[in-house]
């Protein structure tokens, strides 16, 4: 390989040696395994920076990419005529690499170029990608058995371990895996950076005679074991644009096989053979190789998501596509209005000239109790958060607008406040159960125009997310947007960097009013060409106000109803060992009948409110 190379191996997450992992190796790189690389890399340095990412690390992952960062910073400092960098990337390690190029190119977390690039950022000629979760990680079938049982007793006490680090004064908080997870704000960030490095990198005229490159644009190589138990091809590469990616299948290796090439049998000699070449050879000459597989091979592994156009016409080019418009549903819906919205905006775009595609993606059937239980909102909000970093790396010249109901209103929300790369050039809410004090002028390099819609007789939201809101319940995080309007309404666009916020109020109806067929022009009208709706606005009437006027009372008495109903079976059981204490009367007959009249309702109950 020329000299004056960096390869720069970025480890995984556990070390060889953790205590849980009972004598397995960790993602941790071996010496040997450096040397080996070494060895067959004549002329190229082979340095992999030291940084804790032990089992219980309790590290933020931009902390550990900065970390890396300012060491890479200084190994250049005082590297001696130095003419290439490629940095490859273990597991969790391809994401802090990623996130590492793309400060070299001057990308802040928000997703903006917010500084100078370095010097030596346009030496970053590759990336390789080691069995890399760089959409993040999920259990699925292919994970082992004793992965999914012992993970959350495993996620628990490294969570009880950063406690006791933060009590004692010193970092704490989310273990480094959880905070890595599908959908995370970390994941979508660097996700949504590296889309906007590399289409900015296109659009310079690049030195194309480094043949690591493809035409001048740094490429990406992403390997991947054929037996992987936790990654599959599609959970390792973007869709979109890929001229610049290879991906190359690794036969016979699991997950942690992939960075034993120091081994000796047959298969770790054509692991490191491969992992050279993804190194080393000219991207071109890489692509030749009988066992790189192109990008379109693996396509069947991805949802298209209206990513792609039957016809050949214009818009079916992603890079052409102007505007993409994500189309999301609510609670108790799975979301058949989505496709028939996502058709009207798409045909106004025609009309308009404007080439538009109109992502409608299901999270499934949301009943309440997905709604109010711990982490339902949380973990939709994270699958929006990937299927939005899917649409970016898809359109990467497009804006994005969002189009959503209920549930789905909440997620757009939540996402924008957990990641400030997420951007939306027009917002559309119907039944939106978000905070009436969201604080939509925080969100103005974010968003630019929002519509709500505030129903005249909306009860879910009056009734659940309003009276949460009332009782200042702030962990819940919703409101009632969708029955009351928004505290920032009304204001008016007095600046172009503030939030053009308006409101229909009200629209005649319930939950479900703004969603219905005659709302569906304006809703296309006002995400394609931003046009604010001129309808008459609908009065609440006197009977439906006093009705809201009494929701935090109602609700509270139909809560209380539903928790005793829930607990009877406790309130049982504590009940009757005093009646034979008091009686001597009650049989076992008698006994077992109460308890199994009880556990009935109890299920029953529970079973109404899941499915509500």
Known sequence: MESGTLVVVVRGWTSTGDLLLFGKAGGDVSNAALNALSLRL???????????????????????????????????SSFNDLKRIVLVGYSSGSLLARRVFCLAHGMGEDGTFQFEAEEWAPKISRLVVLAGITRGW?????????VRFTSPLLFGLARIVGWIKSLKGEPGGDPFIWQIRRGSPFIVSTRIQYVRVIDALRRESLDSSDELTANGVPSTVFLLGARDEYISPADCTELGPRDEFAYVELPGCKHSDVIRFDRKDANSRILLDRVVDAISLGFDNLLKKP?????????????????????????????????????????????????????EIKTLARISGENVRSPSPSYGYFSMWDFIKPGGRRNATYWFMERYAEVCSRFPNADISFVGHSNGTYIAANALKLCSAIRFKQVVLAGSVVRRDYPWQARSGQVKGVLNYVGSADCVVAFLPAVFEWLGLRRLDVGGAGAFGFIEAGNGLNSPDEVSLNEVIFVKGGHGAAIGEPFWPE?????????VPNRPHERRSATIRALFAMAPAVTLVVLTIALILLVLPIIIAAWLPSQFVSHFSIQTFEFMFYITISLLVSWIAARILREW
């Not at 379109?296 to 998501?305: E, R, T």
């Not at 809703?523 to 046009?531: K, L, Q």
């Open 523 to 531: 809703i296309a009208a006002f995400v394609v060409n931003g046009v």
């Open 138 to 146: 999920e259990y699925s079938s292919a994970s082992p058995a004793h």
């Open 291 to 343: 066992w790189a597989l192109p990008p379109s091979d693996i396509d069947d592994y991805l949802d298209p998501m209206d990513l792609s156009d039957n016809s050949q016409s214009i818009a079916s080019r992603a890079d052409l596509v102007d505007h993409a418009v994500m189309v999301v549903h609510g609670i108790r819906d799975n979301g058949f209005w989505t496709k028939r919205v996502a058709r």
């Open 42 to 76: 004549p002329g190229a340095t082979v340095w992999a920076p030291t940084i804790d990412l032990t089992m219980f690390c309790v590290l933020t992952p931009e902390h550990a990419a900065q970390t890396l960062f300012s060491s890479l910073k200084k190994k250049v």
